[in-house]
Nanobody, 119 residues
Framework: QVQLVESGGGLVQAGGSLRLSCAASGRTDSIYRMGWFRQAPGKEREFVARINWFDDDTYYTNSLKGRFSISRDSAKNTIYLQMNSLKPEDTAVYSC????????????WGQGTQVTVSS
């Protein structure tokens, strides 16, 4: 089992920045990849970014590339999502997730953290 806890959400004005954290615990040695997702009110959850646990390779959804950056601190078993130049449309619940090797879907999810961007 892997437990994930997000933090760092909050209220920010448009143009501002936030850094989200996701701390993993439990069987972190079993993690293959971790990702960030978001879900805005009335919309489906969407992929934001992911990072491989073994080589820190990253991938972003095209629309957010350049404003958002995912990173990992292996010593802390924590991933981060640095969000810059925030827009009101970035308002959503942001969740992190962990994927195990050989499994196409994300197996473990955090509880989510609210990000609200005011105009």
């Amino acid at each position: 089992q892997v437990q994930l806890v997000e933090s760092g959400g909050g209220l920010v004005q448009a143009g501002g920045s936030l850094r989200l954290s996701c701390a993993a615990s439990g069987r972190t040695d079993s993690i293959y990849r971790m990702g960030w997702f978001r879900q805005a009110p009335g919309k489906e959850r969407e992929f934001v970014a992911r990072i491989n646990w073994f080589d820190d390779d990253t991938y972003y959804t095209n629309s957010l590339k350049g404003r958002f950056s995912i990173s990992r601190d292996s010593a802390k078993n924590t991933i981060y999502l640095q969000m810059n130049s925030l827009k009101p449309e970035d308002t959503a619940v942001y969740s992190c997730a962990a994927q195990l090797p050989g499994i196409a879907t994300y197996n473990y999810w955090g509880q989510g953290t609210q990000v609200t961007v005011s105009s």
